[in-house]
Each structure stands twice: as C-alpha cells, then as structure tokens.
C-alpha cells in the first residue's frame, strides 16, 4: 500500500465560489464533473496517489470541526497564504516551523468554512 489515504473530499455550499478560491490562491484549474446530482471539482492529479476534490451535493457540508486536511503548497507555503485572505478565506494560523527538516504549516478557512492546512518544506 502506497498510502493510506486514496482520496479527499472538500465540501463546498457554493459549488462555483470554491472553485474560484482553490483556483485563484493553488494556481490550479478545477475539472468540473457531475455524477448522480453531485458536483465535483477535481483537483489536478497525476493518476497515481492522492486525489482531491470539491464536493457540492446532498449530505455534504463544510466544518472547521473535526479532520484537517494538508494541501501541498509547493517549496514555501507562503506564496499560497498570501493569496487566502484576498480571495476571502481566512488565515487561523500563519506560517509556523513544524521542527527540523519537518517543514511548515499554515491553518485556514476557505470560502465555506472548511478547515485545512498547508505544508511546505520551507
């Protein structure tokens, strides 16, 4: 087994405006699907490891409560933390040093209420 995790889901109220955040603050373009009345924004993913996606249906709902989810923010997750606030997230907390040779992590909410973080090795 390669990872444990396999894939992660973001839920999102407004299906268009967390598209518009995830886009504008990682850089990325957000493949839209939908399936049996489900929306699905799909991250961009090699095909192999972990796959991310904003999921907008029925028995989805955002929460700053409970698992925290850790996007990948390239060699300095300041370059995406700069861009939250202004694309109407929240930062809960800033840039901070895990330990040596662990790298850094950031908390923020996005447009929906989500809770997630950042991690970067500088």
Do not use: C, W
């Not at 598209?19 to 850089?27: K, N």
């Not at 249906?57 to 997750?77: E, I, M």
């Not at 040596?100 to 950031?106: K, L, N, T």
């Amino acid at each position: 087994m390669k990872n444990i995790v396999s894939i992660v889901e973001i839920p999102a109220n407004d299906f268009s405006r967390a598209i518009t955040f995830y886009e504008a603050i990682l850089d990325i373009s957000i493949e839209k699907v939908e399936m049996d009345g489900i929306h699905m924004g799909l991250f961009p993913n090699d095909g192999e490891g972990i796959f991310v996606q904003l999921i907008h249906g029925s028995g989805y709902k955002p929460s700053a409560d409970g698992v925290v989810v850790y996007l990948d923010a390239g060699s300095d997750l300041q370059t995406v933390a700069d861009k939250i606030e202004a694309n109407g997230g929240e930062i809960l907390m800033p840039k901070t040093e895990i330990g040596p040779e662990m790298g850094f992590y950031a908390l923020f909410t996005d447009t929906e209420g989500n809770r997630l973080g950042l991690h970067s090795p500088a």
